[in-house]
């Protein structure tokens, strides 16, 4: 459970973050890494999307620990690689993670690297006691969302109009999806899983797919 607190580290848990290095969404992927876990192209990115990049995070930091074998290494394989904390394990023939950071001089290895685990530990601390440092804190209550796997292709703005929502509420909830599905260029794509808050619905979302006319759904 600890590990839900990285995005602190990576976006300040901000799902339309982007760096200048060109790493976007709440868990910060590089567009390479991305695509070993979810889909990043011209239509859909997914890093954008925080329940389907929180998965691939989830993923990637598996097999972090799988390769590296503890999650001090594993977390700041995160940031620096799995197999560069690996060389840095094997440089320095231990895998103490404040030995490493403290001793460890390989070229890549700069501040943002050798500071990771702590401000992991630091978010760590500060996410599960709130009140000792920023007072009291009010949990929002979590949205309930319909889900829906389109099985066409779906034109998004016939779905929101059936739907009985604006296309930018469909937007807000769906950050995947690219301006082209947005201008009507392209369709939302077929298995792609819908989100829209289940307050904003006046049926269920999967009846509202189903019950498409022709020029909202393709084969």
């Known amino acids: ?11 300040s848990f901000n799902p339309c973050a982007h760096s200048k290095v060109a790493a976007a969404g709440m868990w910060q992927f590089m567009p390479a890494t991305a695509r070993e876990y979810m ?52 440089a320095m023939g231990t895998k103490d993670i404040d030995y490493i950071v403290r001793n460890y001089k390989g070229p890549a290895f700069g501040f943002a690297s050798r500071n990771f685990y702590a401000s992991f530990l630091a978010a760590l601390e500060i996410d599960r006691n709130p009140g000792r440092y920023v007072g009291r804190v009010q949990i929002d209550s979590p949205t309930a969302y319909d889900v829906v796997t ?7 703005q016939v779905l929101a109009r059936e739907a009985g929502i604006s296309i930018e509420e469909l937007k807000l909830h769906n950050p995947a999806l690219l301006a082209p599905v947005w201008q009507g ?11 829209v808050p289940s307050e904003k619905l006046g049926q269920a979302l999967d009846t509202t797919v189903a019950s498409l006319s022709g020029d909202g759904r393709f084969s």
Do not use: C
């Open 39 to 90: 889909r990043v192209d011209q239509v859909i990115d997914e890093r954008m999307d925080p329940f389907i990049a929180t998965d691939g995070a989830a993923r990637l930091l598996k097999t972090n620990f799988r390769v590296t074998g503890t999650w001090p290494l594993a977390l700041t394989g995160y940031n620096h690689g799995a197999s560069g904390m690996n060389r840095a394990a094997k």
């Open 185 to 195: 260029e392209k369709y939302i794509p077929r298995d792609y899983p819908i989100r």
């Open 1 to 11: 459970p600890e590990l839900d607190v990285l995005p602190h580290v990576e976006s």
């Open 150 to 156: 389109v099985e066409s292709y779906v034109s998004a």
